[in-house]
């Protein structure tokens, strides 16, 4: 099964880590001139793309459907800067076989251009961290004499022995694009669909031709922007004009043969990567099995000890060789291993809870960095992710993702919220159920603490509990400080007030306990915060502000924001009066609530004590563009309450 990082060779290049080809020829016009001329339509650009194409042709070859895919890219250099898009890439696997590359650099030469051919091509085994073997191989070169005015061109064949498993065609790349085109040839008895995303700015233009025996399949946008780039933007099928394809069925043998005409052909596919799994009887593995649940009162006593089994005693290592990149190993080679992929730990789960008496389900899901759904286009780029399914009561569903270490039973990973998860329910039925996004509350962080004047300073005592994502956040990054980084990690962490936060001590608890909070008692003091005139102190309770001035300038971010998981924070403050003074100013109470962002801020006295008590809220996971306008007036109404401060005066003598 594809993991997220197997996307990489398609988004790769649909990126445009490729280099690119010419629209115009080179006759047409002066080299200098069609320099000046993209220079004053791509102001501010490093480079344009005149020529982003790709050319597939269909192929019935014995019993299979395949498909030679041409791609040619052709890039014009404006700026000096643009050298560094000299390097390039093409990417193959077994299901992308490369068979033919070639590079050259068009150096102006009058009214013509100087052909200067790439030689150096260098191929080796992609090695990334965390994937313990990958048969995805790289194959590099450098364009010579590259600088403004120059073009880079590269052609390259590539051949998809399964045409189940092709790749979205992106129209727009990393630089601007004056023309992007995409024409599929098939022969006729060949149907082929496509299903398009966020094409409607892009004004993506379709013609269906037959030509013969053959029918020809041509989507073609021209003159597309540069993609906007905001920080915590999602993934780039999210806003980018692209467009999936398949062939629903194909001439195979003289017979109709369905390859992805919907959900049942995917699931097809699937149960028969299932299917060719070895199948090896481990003694081991059941007496493992036998000794967890003994003494479990309940069934889901004993899915949730084997889940946290296997969470503790297999690594998650990637492992993508092939059609190994789809097939689980067999459960007993992982036990005995104690390693593998997404998919080896789903089917080690899943047979665990066979052998404890358990049903489950092997379950297919894509992760947040895709944006598809089954029921839109149900090709292998829907999904990339690999867990087991329980079923606790007749519809209601606990996601096992034993890749997450730290994740509790019943809680899906973060990573696929919202999602549609597609369970197999035996070897030919199976059932599409989403997975719910968590609730705001169940991701809670509290933190509660009494706080005393120190000079100018305070001094405080209190403790942090997280519950949720939160606590699953911090577990990883607490995983492996030693005792010189733990304690700067936690000033960083626990850090409010200024930058003079000292952290005197602290202890962290619950460390392994999945199911019960993390929590940290912690002491402190912060220097040069108070600020005193004549016989009045000022205090302002507001030690941390959370989204204090995170406004965001609808005029210059054009991408929705990314948040991984919902959640609530809340903080009690006591402040404890010092002796010889008195409350002058109390704040008042602020408030504002919005589906996406909402804050109660209290003050109370209580006896010789301040309390502030303050809970903030953030509701999305993907704030949209036109929710932008909403988040900004909670902010601003937020960064104001955030600036009110308590007074005390001196008593009279």
Known sequence: MYTARNNRPWVACLLGLFTLALALPASAQQAAQQLAQAQQQYPGEKAVYLDYRQDLTVEIVGDSVQVLARHHYDMLHLQPQSAMYADDRVYSSHFNRLQKVEARTLVPNGRDYKAVKVTDFKSKFEVQSGIFYDDSRVTTFSFPQVAP?????????????????????????????????????????????????HTEQANVQFTKQEKGGTVVYRWVAENLPTPPRDDDAPEGGYYRPHLMYYIEEAPVAGQPRKLLSGVPELFSLYSSFVSRMDKLETPALKKTVDSLVVGAKTEEERVRRVFYWVQDNVRYIAFENGLRGFVPHAAGLVYGRRYGDCKDMANLTHEMLKLAGVKSYLTWIGTRDLPYRYSEVATPGVDNHMIATYEAKLGQYIFLDATGQHTPFGLPSSMIQGKEALLALDGKNYKVVNVPVIEKELNHVADVSTVTLDGTGLRGKGQLSMAGYPKIRQSYALDGLDQTTEPKYLKRLLERGNNKFFVDKYAVHNREERDQPLTIDYEYHVQDYVQKLDDEIYVNLNLEQPYANDRIDPAKRRLPRYNEYNHTDHTRTEFEIPAGYDVEYLPANAESKDPVLGFNIRYERQGNKIVQSKDVYVNYLLLQPNQFGQWNAVVEKLTAAYRDVVILKRKKA
């Open 149 to 197: 005015g120059v073009r880079t061109v590269s052609d390259y064949t590539v051949r998809h022995p399964d045409s189940r498993f092709l790749q979205p065609f992106f129209f727009g790349s990393y630089v601007p694009v004056r023309h992007a085109e995409l024409t599929i040839t098939a022969p006729k008895g060949v149907k082929i669909d496509a299903k398009p995303f």
